[in-house]
T-cell receptor
Framework: EDQVTQSPEALRLQEGESSSLNCSYT??????LFWYRQDPGKGPEFLFT???AGEEKEKERLKATLTKKESFLHITAPKPEDSATYLC????????????FGTGTRLKVLA | EAQVTQNPRYLITVTGKKLTVTCSQN?????MSWYRQDPGLGLRQIYY???????DKGDVPEGYKVSRKEKRNFPLILESPSPNQTSLYFC????????????FGEGSWLTVV
């Protein structure tokens, strides 16, 4: 069964304390892996797309990496404004647009 | 501005009273879908559409209907809402030209009492 698991469920960091969020997946075939940021009561906001193992993408304090079994979202020197829920989604290699979402990691960065 | 627009944003309704949540996108995307988001369960796909007049069930389609008569619009219909359909709903769109990235609307909070 296709599955996406994110860990940890919640994470509290001090401002400037770097860390990583994990997204592990078990799917029949990977077409793409997506990271989103979601603020409370808002729609998910696109961050990155990764297509193949070894690929990396960076944006400000965020860096996403991909292996054959998991993806990491590295947050370097986070600020309070980075507090949000981070969602991972996998597009399954199939004839349709099938996406599987993880349940997210709630990040809180303390000043 | 490229966007997915859904209405209403907030709605309280009573059990059994039919309602429609509209969704429109201005990016000429061929793919559109509806998700619901519940605490601890994440985003679950309700229905999706690969193109005009082509729709299919997602993971939780029971109690919902959709139609895709125009490329830009994809309304979600609750024929007889029940309290277990109280949730936060998101419309989304995507295309191959956009790298299959899903773009979400701002969400519609629905409460059924």
């Amino acid at each position: 069964e296709d599955q996406v698991t994110q860990s940890p469920e919640a994470l509290r960091l001090q401002e400037g304390e770097s860390s990583s969020l994990n997204c592990s997946y078990t799917v029949s075939g990977l077409r793409g892996l997506f990271w989103y940021r979601q603020d409370p009561g808002k729609g998910p906001e696109f961050l990155f797309t990764l297509y193949s193992a070894g690929e990396e993408k960076e944006k400000e304090r965020l860096k996403a990496t991909l292996t054959k079994k998991e993806s990491f979202l590295h947050i370097t020197a986070p600020k309070p404004e980075d507090s949000a829920t981070y969602l991972c989604a996998v597009q399954v290699e199939s004839g349709t647009y099938k996406y599987i979402f993880g349940t997210g990691t709630r990040l809180k960065v303390l000043a | 501005e490229a966007q997915v627009t859904q209405n209403p944003r907030y709605l309280i309704t009573v059990t059994g009273k039919k309602l429609t949540v509209t969704c429109s996108q201005n990016m000429n995307h061929e793919y559109m879908s509806w998700y619901r988001q519940d605490p601890g369960l994440g985003l679950r796909q309700i229905y999706y559409s690969m193109n005009v007049e082509v729709t299919d069930k997602g993971d939780v389609p029971e109690g919902y209907k959709v139609s895709r008569k125009e490329k830009r619009n994809f309304p979600l219909i609750l024929e007889s809402p029940s309290p277990n359909q109280t949730s936060l709903y998101f419309c989304a769109s995507s295309s191959r030209q956009a790298g299959n990235t899903i773009y979400f609307g701002e969400g519609s909070w629905l409460t059924v009492v």
